[in-house]
């Protein structure tokens, strides 16, 4: 790794952690880099050790500042987990490029929803999905995770805003702690597999956690969803344009 090449993989961890942090789609900054680098599979591997790191910082950050609804939290992990686990254990198998093309679809649905009908992502309410849907929800959403994690952050507040009933600011903090949570899992899945480079991970994570520290105390402030709301927008289009047209 050169001078140039890492001061270009920092940047783009800070963009990908502050946009991670308050949306989703941060790894498409940064697996392009990472892929030039190591190659695919391990670019998706390693990809996970900034993502646990800086989703550690940025849960953390969130908690601190009572943006982290535990008793709401703690029952998404367990089928976040499991199904972050098996995605992982395919994740070097399948082939996600159908994937995420149909996934770029539904990222356009969701900068619509956003941008039409803010009320839902702006006011928390009670939540709306019932058991044992809310489960299998969260458990595909953690397959996803654990096989691509490219935008499972629009998932994940999808679930947790329009499914579940946080507002934006607290289904972010929900989002951070249940990737972090998931990540623990799989991370060592990648490890085991060869499919990790270290000292590249840890590099990224500090850009990682600049931009995600940085974007949680600025979500923090009152008033924050509004600018959050638009950030969503634009991210989840800037993606869904990359998985379908890319």
């Known amino acids: 790794m ?13 963009v990908a952690g502050f946009i991670n942090a308050v949306a989703g789609g941060g790894s498409a900054v940064t697996i392009p880099i990472l892929v030039e680098m190591v190659g695919g599979s391990v670019a998706n591997g ?22 982290v609804l535990w008793r709401r939290v703690w029952p998404l992990i367990p089928p976040a987990v499991v199904g972050a686990a098996a995605g992982a254990v395919v994740a070097s198998r399948l082939d996600a490029d159908a994937m995420r093309r149909v996934f770029g679809v539904v990222l356009i ?8 009908r803010p009320s839902q992502w702006v006011e928390g309410r009670e939540t709306s999905l019932a058991e044992p849907w809310r489960s299998l929800v969260f458990l595909g959403i953690g397959f996803y995770g654990g096989f691509v994690q490219a ?6 507040l999808i679930g947790l805003v329009l499914g579940s009933g946080f507002d934006l600011v ?3 903090g929900a989002k951070v702690v249940l990737i972090a949570s998931y990540t623990i899992v799989a991370l060592p899945i990648f490890l085991s597999a060869g499919q990790v480079d270290l000292g590249l991970g840890l590099f990224l994570a500090a850009g990682n ?12 402030r009152e008033g924050a969803i509004a600018w959050m709301r638009w950030v969503l927008v634009v991210a989840a289009v800037a993606a869904a344009v990359r998985m379908i047209v890319l």
Request: charged share 5%.
């Open 2 to 14: 050169t001078v140039g090449s890492g001061l270009l993989l920092f940047a783009a961890g800070v």
């Open 109 to 116: 649905l969701v900068a619509a929803s956003v941008a039409l």
């Open 209 to 220: 956690s600049t931009g995600a520290l940085v974007a949680t105390r600025l979500a923090l």
């Open 151 to 156: 935008g499972v952050g629009f998932l994940l």
């Open 46 to 67: 390693t990809n996970r050790v900034a993502i646990l790191i800086a989703n550690g910082v940025a849960s953390a950050s969130y908690a601190k500042g009572g943006a």
């Open 170 to 172: 607290k289904g972010n």
